[in-house]
């Protein structure tokens, strides 16, 4: 199983198979607007338009599964745009962790696990991508997203 297998749906209803970025190393962040750690959409989007020319995609998933994401996955995606500037693709609100999370998520997890297991703990745990849809690391909810650079400086050498 690769990355690219797996089906995705944008906030819009638009489904899509993630092989539609082959070749480009990913960002993929589950994501809540309520969340005390939603300030880093900033930082998110920073790093987006810092290595977007280069191929970098940020790609975020929503869940309510810590019961601080709006109701809607329209109005969630809405609310990243207009209070933090966010113009990297949103998806659907969906569970990440259980029977039933999303298939991305239950593959991420088995790929990188956390520090204690592979259950995503909180809202705004990052997995980086390669740009060959191999799994290169897992950063916790509270990592800041800038730290991630050099990481992305490495995969653009």
Not at 8 to 34: D, F, M
Not at 58 to 84: I, K, M, R, W
Request: proline share 5%; hydrophobic share 35%.
């Amino acid at each position: 199983m690769s990355i690219y297998n797996f089906e995705v749906t944008l906030e819009n209803g638009e489904s899509y198979r993630l092989e539609r970025y082959q070749g480009h190393p990913l960002l993929i962040v589950n994501t809540a607007t309520k969340c005390g750690l939603a300030p880093q959409f900033k930082k998110l989007e920073q790093l987006y338009q810092t290595y977007q020319d280069k191929g970098l995609v940020v790609l975020g998933f929503p869940s309510n599964q810590f019961h601080q994401e709006l109701a809607d996955s329209h109005e969630a995606a809405v609310a990243c745009q207009t209070t933090y500037g966010v113009t990297f693709p949103m998806h659907q609100i969906n569970d990440v962790n259980g029977s039933k999370a999303l298939p991305l998520f239950k593959y991420l997890t088995t790929q990188e696990s956390g520090i204690v297991n592979k259950a995503i703990k909180w809202n705004f745990t990052k997995f980086l991508i390669d740009k060959h849809g191999e799994v290169i690391k897992r950063y916790a909810p509270t990592t800041d997203p800038l730290k991630i650079a050099p990481a992305l400086d490495q995969l653009f050498q």
